[in-house]
C-alpha cells in the first residue's frame, strides 16, 4: 500500500498513505525514485487493486512478521482476522563461542543505505572517539564509497563488503554486540535471529517491530536517526561487559 515500497520519506518513517487509504500523498511528494512519473504507474496499480477489493475478495490469508506489521496492515485497511503472524526463524542453532574468545568488536550487517542508518552508526563510533571498539560493517550500498572515504580517519571502522552467508555467520558469532540502526520500518532483521543463535547482545532503533523482538533478551534500544543517542547506550553498555554477556545469553 506503499507506492515507494518502503514507507519512508526524508529520511523518516512515513505511513500517510496507509492512514489516509489513499494514493494521493504518494503522488504529492513523488515518493517512488522521487519521480511523479515513476510513482504514477505503481500509485495508479494500487489504487485499482484497492477500487477492485483484490485483496479483501481474492486472498485468504496474510502472512506477516510482526505484530507490529499486522497493526499497520490493518491499520491501512486490511482485514485484521485474515493477518496471521508467522516471524522469521533461524535453520541452525550453534554453540555459542566463549564471550571471553571473542575479540572487542561490533557488527553491522545489512544494506549500506539511508535507511538502515549506517551514517547514524559512524556517527555515534566517531563521538565515541579512540575508545571505541572496533566497528566490522557488513553489506554493499549505494553509500559504501561515500562513508568508506569519510572514514578513512576512523581506523576502528571497517568496511567488509557483501561476503558469503557462511562468512557473515562467523562474524557475527565472533563479535559482542550486534547494531541495527535504522531508521526505517523493519519487519523482522533476520540478522537478530542469526545474532542471539549465536548468543551476541543486540541493539537496535527504537521504531516499528524491533524493540519488541529484542525485549525478551534485554537488547539495547536507542532513538532512531540520532548518533548521540547511539553513542550513549552502546558505550554505557559496553563499558560493562559481564552485562553484555548475560544480554548475549537470554538471546540464546
Known amino acids: 500500500q506503499c507506492a515507494a515500497g518502503i514507507p519512508m520519506r526524508n529520511g523518516i518513517p512515513c505511513t500517510d498513505c496507509i492512514d489516509r487509504k489513499s494514493v494521493r500523498p504518494a503522488l504529492r511528494h513523488a515518493c517512488y525514485r522521487q519521480s511523479r512519473a515513476a510513482t504514477m504507474p505503481l500509485a ?142 523493519e519487519t523482522f532483521g533476520m540478522t537478530i535471529v542469526e545474532a542471539f543463535s549465536r548468543g551476541v547482545a543486540v541493539g537496535v532503533s527504537r521504531l516499528g517491530p524491533l524493540p519488541d523482538i529484542v525485549a525478551p533478551a534485554r537488547g539495547l534500544v536507542f532513538a532512531p536517526n540520532n548518533a548521540e543517542d547511539l553513542h550513549r547506550v552502546i558505550a554505557a553498555a559496553w563499558a560493562d561487559q559481564a552485562d553484555l554477556a548475560d544480554r548475549g545469553r537470554l538471546g540464546y
Open 44 to 185: 495508479l496499480n494500487i489504487a485499482a487493486h484497492r477500487r477492485r477489493e483484490t485483496w479483501w475478495r481474492d486472498v485468504d490469508r496474510f502472512i506477516v512478521l510482526s505484530g507490529f506489521q499486522k497493526n499497520l496492515m490493518a491499520r491501512g485497511g486490511l482485514p485484521e482476522e485474515r493477518i496471521s503472524v508467522k516471524p522469521n526463524f533461524g535453520a541452525v542453532q550453534a554453540t555459542p563461542v566463549p564471550f571471553q574468545d571473542r575479540p572487542l568488536q561490533a557488527v553491522f550487517v545489512g544494506r549500506i543505505s539511508g535507511e538502515k542508518g549506517v551514517t547514524d552508526l559512524i556517527n555515534a563510533w566517531r563521538i565515541w572517539g579512540t575508545d571505541a571498539p572496533d566497528l566490522l560493517i557488513v553489506g554493499e550500498g549505494h553509500l559504501r564509497p561515500q562513508l568508506e572515504a569519510q572514514t578513512a580517519d576512523l581506523p576502528k571502522v571497517r568496511f567488509m563488503g557483501q561476503l558469503p552467508a557462511q562468512d557473515v555467520s562467523d562474524i557475527i558469532s565472533q563479535a559482542r554486540l550486534v547494531v541495527l540502526p535504522s531508521r526505517c520500518y
